[in-house]
C-alpha cells in the first residue's frame, strides 16, 4: 500500500461522480488515507455499493449535481453525517454525443455543459459557501481531462466544457487564495473508466488500450493512479499549490504530433522505432 497522503486523516471529503471510474477510486484512496468520505453519484445503488466498501467512515448520497437541488442535497448530508466539509472531489461528468460538429443538437451540448461545466460550477460555489459558513479554508480539485488542454474534432461538446472547467479552476483560485481555499484540477489522459457508456460511441472504449501505445509511457492510465494525483492536491504536500492544471497522462501532454519522432500517426511501439529511424522531409 502507497504511504498515506499527509493532512487527510480526520478530513471530511466530498467525492461527486464517486460511484465508479475516478471518483471511486479517489473515494478509495481518500478513505485509506484517514478521510470520512461522501460519496455522492446520479446512480444511488452505485454510489451506496462504493461508501459500504470504504475502510473508514462513509456516507452514500445520490444527487444530479447539474442541479442547485442536487448540490444542495449532498452537502446537507455531509453536514448532517460529519459536521463539515474539509475537501472536495468535483469529478462527476459525462461524455455526451461524439457526433461531427454540424449533427451536433443543442440539447446534446446543453445535456454535457449541464453535468461537467454547470456541476462544476455549481460545486465550487458550494464549497465557498461552505468554507465561509464554517470560518475555515479547504482544498478542491476538479476533474478536467486532456481534452481541457488540446482540440478533437469528434467531442465538441466534452472539450467545450473542459476548457470551461479551466476557467473555473482559475478564477476560484484567485478567489480562493486570500482565503485559504485552494483549487486545482487534474487532466487525466487514457483511463479506462464507464466514461463511454454515457456517450453515442460505447465502441470506442475497446481501441483505448491501442491508443494508450501511442503516449510515451505506451499505455493507458488507472483510476487509481489518477486517484493518487487528486489526494496529493488535496494532501498537505501540496499546500502552497493552486490554480494548477496538473496533467495525468502518461506524457501524451507532450507529444508533438506533427513530426514523425513525436510519433504522428504511429499506433504501435515498432512503428515509432521504425519511422523515428527514417529521415523527416519536414523538419531537416
Known amino acids: 500500500m502507497a504511504d498515506q497522503v499527509k493532512g487527510l486523516a480526520g478530513k471530511v471529503a466530498v ?13 478509495q484512496r481518500l478513505s485509506r488515507d484517514g478521510a470520512d468520505v461522501v460519496v455522492v453519484d446520479v446512480d444511488g445503488g452505485a454510489a451506496a455499493s462504493v461508501a459500504r466498501d ?4 462513509s456516507v452514500a448520497v445520490a444527487a444530479d449535481v447539474a442541479t442547485e437541488e442536487g448540490v444542495d442535497s449532498y ?10 466539509i474539509d475537501l472536495h472531489h468535483l469529478n462527476a461528468g459525462v461524455l455526451g454525443t461524439l457526433a461531427p460538429l454540424p449533427d451536433v443538437s443543442a440539447a446534446d451540448f446543453d445535456h454535457v455543459i449541464a453535468v461537467n461545466l454547470r456541476g462544476g460550477f455549481l460545486g465550487l460555489r458550494a464549497a465557498f459557501r461552505c468554507y465561509r459558513n464554517q470560518g475555515t479554508g479547504g482544498a478542491v480539485v476538479v476533474t478536467a481531462s486532456i481534452s481541457a488542454l488540446r482540440g478533437a474534432d469528434d ?8 476548457h470551461g472547467l479551466l476557467g473555473l479552476v482559475h478564477g476560484a483560485a484567485m478567489y480562493g487564495g486570500p482565503r485559504g481555499v485552494r483549487v486545482n484540477a487534474v487532466a487525466p489522459g ?14 470506442r472504449a475497446r481501441t483505448l488500450t491501442r491508443r494508450g501505445l501511442t503516449v510515451p509511457m505506451r499505455r493507458v492510465g488507472t483510476p487509481d493512479e489518477i486517484a493518487g494525483v487528486v ?54
Open 231 to 284: 489526494a496529493f492536491l488535496l494532501g498537505d504536500d501540496a499546500a502552497y499549490v493552486t490554480g494548477e492544471v496538473v496533467s495525468a497522462d502518461g506524457g501524451a501532454f507532450i507529444v508533438n504530433t506533427v513530426t514523425r519522432g513525436g510519433g504522428a500517426g504511429a499506433w504501435t511501439p515498432e512503428d515509432l522505432t521504425s519511422e523515428r529511424n527514417q529521415p523527416d522531409d519536414a523538419h531537416p
Open 75 to 84: 452537502i446537507r448530508a455531509a453536514l448532517d453525517a460529519f459536521g463539515r
Open 155 to 162: 467531442q465538441v461538446p466534452y472539450q467545450t466544457s473542459k
Open 190 to 203: 487514457l483511463v479506462p473508466t464507464g466514461l463511454f457508456a454515457s456517450s453515442d460511441d460505447a465502441g
Open 54 to 57: 470504504l475502510p473508514g467512515r
Open 15 to 27: 467525492v461527486t461522480g464517486g460511484g465508479s471510474g475516478i471518483g471511486a477510486a479517489t473515494a
